[in-house]
């Protein structure tokens, strides 16, 4: 299908968007294809019980029960879960973004963000690849894909080496757990340092996505809220780490040592951008004298430039780019997850945007995207 053919489907009133936000779905026999069965067996995989109400996640040898996640009508109560058809498969994939409007697509794993909570480095390393040589073929099927590289954390070095295999395989962005995995040192050591001068050299972008913490082997992976309050609760807790992360870096002086780094936060919203650029400032100006290290410029300076975040319906999202002076926002899907925009993409962008001037409009949809990944061809007008 022609791109002119493709523009020529939809009506005048579609809004086109790049999405800063989805996922694939790695294929159920990616590990046992693609290597030795007793690495492929400790590698991620879900179990769901035969009531299709909890599933079993196996994890290097640990295991995670939670409760499978479910879409409610809020008014109803009634589960509303219109699956999407052809993630699966790169080329039938973009018939779905097509309908949706959706143009091209920062991709992260699904299975693969469990990534983090693996504790052995061989098979950490080994079991990144096997995903990325999956990966990188959705890229090589359209350039409207930019799947994330899956970068293995628990050696700085191995890091190092597979961000500069991924590059030469094209990857354009490196998937980052928001949180090293668990007995690593965090992003404020200067074990690091490498992984952020090879990011900054070889133009990937470092990619953080929420929800992404290291999970300890009990019943209650990630400490979970329990009982009154708990969805909620949790889910406002999964938008801290990338929050937090972002800091790191702008307070131990990454973006003084290496400005060429970019970093964009997926699916924890945009609002907190303008707050935490000015609770960092305030703290710069207040406490300056117990700053180590001292920073060339305000913190909000970095966040401003360096720092990107996708959302997907937040409405405050919008004013953080139009009213409060962070442009870096960019809209996100979250194809094809439960959360996501699947099925109502085109509802969705237009309570967003029909109100929002031209230029804010195309910044949020497309531009930010663009910016970040210009060798995605242009979506359509």
Known sequence: MTESSERSEHPETMIWA???DAHLVEPADLFTTSLPADLAERMPRSVKDADGRWETLHIDGAEYRRRIPKLSDAETGQDVFERAPNANDPVRRLLDL???GIWAEL???SIGIWTASITDPVLLRVGSEAINDWAIEFQRSSPRYVPTATIPL????DAVAEIVRATGMSFKAGFFSVTPPTGVDDWQS?????VWATLAETGMVLAFHIGTEPHEADSNPGGYFRGRGGALLNYMETTYGGQRAVTKLIATGVFDRHPALKVVVSEGGATWGPFVADRLDEAYRTHFSAVRPRLDRLPSEYLYTNVYASFQ???SAVAAATAMGWTNVMWGSDYPHLEGTFGHTQKTLHELFDDVPETSRHRITVGAFAELFPHVPPAPE
Do not use: K, M, T
């Not at 200067?190 to 490498?194: Q, R």
């Open 98 to 100: 097509n309908q949706e």
């Open 18 to 20: 790049n999405s800063g």
């Open 190 to 194: 200067e074990i690091w340092e490498p």
């Open 313 to 315: 319906h937040d409405r």
């Open 154 to 157: 628990l050696d700085p070095a």
């Open 107 to 109: 991709v992260y794993p």
